[in-house]
């Protein structure tokens, strides 16, 4: 049996669809969801396991997370009851009190993506979102307690199985991305 | 012309010799030099990109760095010299104060790899060390201010061409021994 990543990819990675312009994301509460409308397709959507983002499951390894301008970002019915998980992550992760489920993260401070909202496409009510294309933050499947170290070699060959490329950051261009800014802000590079 | 890397490996890189056992590290002073001991070779060399590391001159783009047992390590000249860079970073680096030759890097902190000293093979006065096998922190370089985002793609098609895997981290194995030590740390992962 193959190692589980995440169960959006676990059958297969399928391809998002060009002409998708968004949809809803609607939270697990059974009466009462938080539903979160989001007015465009999204983009670096990746399998990621870092210990903060929210999965569908706690045995789950990775989550599924991706970027949206924040403008396309609006909720629509039951803001009351969002939370931020963790006010002084950089991330400040909206969920929903009731269910737990991440609806949206923004960033407040300044940073290289600022003005990106972090969501978790599975969530949408609608498919066609663009597909996932690699995988961040490996190694930190072991700090979550999901993963044994004696397990990564399995876990990584499965991503590159899969088309996701592992890596134990953000993808190249990301982390160029990053260090772009970090580059500008020290005055090394013009701005 | 190639993109330049490390004066080490610019010109290819030169494998080590297995029978290699050690030898003495010395500063750049040409009177009175630091020099440091070193009686093992040396282990997960490579380059890295990150902003703390010593490099031979400004504009080189990587450091050339490895670890070695700290029991391993002895000042055999001039400690006097010696200051560490900057106390508060994971690394102390013991750097001479006059030519600011990095001589060795130590952890006093716990931390996955306490116990194992970073040096610069490239200060051995003998060949034969272990040679570098792959390419740690390479974004960072744009933090550096040394490369433009622009020529990232030709500096990681060089590091390939190496065979020095580029990596915005450390190495996969790397990664995930600090992941295993955060794991047994937090208690996810017995001790």
């Given at each position: ?8 990819v ?10 998708f ?11 009462d969801p ?5 007015g ?8 990621c ?14 989550s ?6 924040k ?7 039951h803001p ?11 991330i ?5 009190s ?9 960033i407040e ?17 609608v ?14 499947i ?8 004696e ?23 990301l ?12 005055g090394?590079?013009?701005?």
């Amino acid at each position: 049996m193959a190692v589980k990543i995440h169960p959006s990819v676990d059958n297969g990675v399928k391809a998002g669809s060009s002409s998708f312009a968004g949809g809803t994301l609607k939270c697990k509460c059974t009466s009462d969801p938080v539903t979160v409308k989001i007015g465009a397709n999204v983009a670096f959507n990746h399998v990621c396991g870092c210990t903060q983002c929210w999965k569908p499951s706690q045995d789950t390894k990775f989550s599924l997370i991706a970027v949206v301008s924040k403008d396309k970002v609006s909720v629509t019915a039951h803001p009351e009851k969002l939370k931020v998980v963790n006010a002084s992550a950089t991330i400040q992760r909206h969920a929903c009190s009731v269910c737990g489920t991440h609806m949206y993260g923004r960033i407040e401070k300044d940073h290289a993506f600022k003005g990106l909202d972090f969501v978790h496409p599975e969530l949408f009510d609608v498919a066609g979102w663009e597909e996932p294309k690699f995988a961040a933050f490996v190694s930190s499947i072991i700090e979550s307690g999901t993963t044994k170290p004696e397990e990564m070699d399995g876990v990584r060959a499965r991503l590159k199985e899969l088309k996701l490329e592992p890596y134990d950051a953000l993808s190249p261009p990301l982390m160029d991305l990053i260090a772009t800014f970090t580059a500008k802000a020290k005055g090394v590079l013009a701005a």
